[in-house]
C-alpha cells in the first residue's frame, strides 16, 4: 500500500557497516512492525511496537534495534551487519480494532557482502 | 513458541486445475487470515476469518476456518496465470498474545498457462 513507505529499497553494504531502514506511514495506526523474509522461512518478526513509547522484540531480534520516532515512523538499524542478514525486509502497521490485519510497505531488500 | 503449519510449501498446476493450501495448529486459533503475495510484491491481505465453520467467498477463492479453529484452507477453483504469487496464513493462538500475528511458511503456486 503506497500509505506504507520505506527507505532505502535496495541496499547493498559491507559486513561491519551499520544500516537504517526507515518506514513511514499515513495510516493513521498505532501499531507497526518489521518482519524479514527468507525464501523458505516465510516472514519473521523482528520487531513491534504498539505505541510510541511501546516496543517489543519479536523472534528473532538478535543484532537488530529498532526506534519509534512518532506514531508514523519505526526505523530498524543494523549495528553491524553480517552476511546472513541478507534478506527482504518488510515494514508493516495494524489496526488492533480489525484482529491486527497487517498493511505491508513495499519492502526493502538488503545485501550483506 | 506457537506455530502455523503450512503446506504444501510450493504447488505448481495448470491453468484451470484447482489448489489448495492448508493451514494447521496445535493449539486454538482466535483468528485466521490469509496474504497473497505476487512475485516481487509485498503481502497483501485478503481476507479475515473468525467464527468456527466459518466459509467465505471471494471470487473463485474459498475460505475456509475449521469447526475446532485449528485448521484453515483457501481453495482456488480453476486458477489463471494472475493467481500466480506466495499464499500465507497468519494467525492469533488464544490464550495467547493477542496481539501478534504467527505466520505460516506460505505455499509459493505457479501456474502453467
Known amino acids: 500500500d503506497a500509505d506504507v513507505t520505506q527507505t532505502p529499497r535496495n541496499r547493498i553494504t559491507k559486513t561491519g557497516k551499520r544500516i537504517m531502514l526507515e518506514c513511514s506511514q499515513t495510516k493513521g495506526h498505532d501499531r507497526m512492525y518489521w518482519y524479514r523474509q527468507d525464501p523458505g522461512l516465510g516472514l519473521r518478526l523482528i520487531y513491534y511496537s504498539f505505541d510510541v513509547k511501546d516496543i517489543n522484540k519479536g523472534e528473532i531480534s538478535d543484532g537488530y534495534s529498532v526506534s519509534r520516532q512518532a506514531q508514523a515512523k519505526f526505523s530498524l538499524s543494523l549495528e553491524s551487519a553480517i552476511p546472513n542478514q541478507t534478506a527482504l525486509y518488510f515494514c508493516?502497521?495494524?489496526?488492533?480494532?480489525?484482529?491486527?490485519?497487517?498493511?505491508f510497505g513495499p519492502g526493502t531488500r538488503l545485501t550483506v557482502l | 513458541g506457537q506455530q502455523v503449519m503450512q503446506i504444501p510449501q510450493y504447488q505448481h498446476v495448470q491453468e484451470g486445475e484447482d489448489f489448495t493450501t492448508y493451514c494447521n495448529s496445535s493449539?486454538?486459533?482466535?483468528?485466521i487470515q490469509w496474504y497473497k503475495q505476487r512475485p516481487g510484491g509485498h503481502p497483501v491481505f485478503l481476507i479475515q476469518l473468525v467464527k468456527s465453520g466459518e466459509v467465505k467467498k471471494q471470487k473463485r477463492l474459498t475460505f475456509q476456518f475449521g469447526e475446532a479453529k485449528k485448521n484453515s484452507s483457501l481453495h482456488i477453483t480453476a486458477t489463471q496465470t494472475t493467481d500466480v504469487g506466495t499464499y500465507f496464513c497468519a494467525a492469533h493462538h488464544s490464550g495467547g498474545s493477542n496481539y501478534k500475528l504467527t505466520f505460516g511458511k506460505g505455499t509459493l503456486l505457479t501456474v502453467n498457462p
Open positions: 493449539t486454538t486459533l482466535s483468528n
Open positions: 508493516a502497521t495494524s489496526d488492533r480494532l480489525v484482529r491486527d490485519t497487517q498493511y
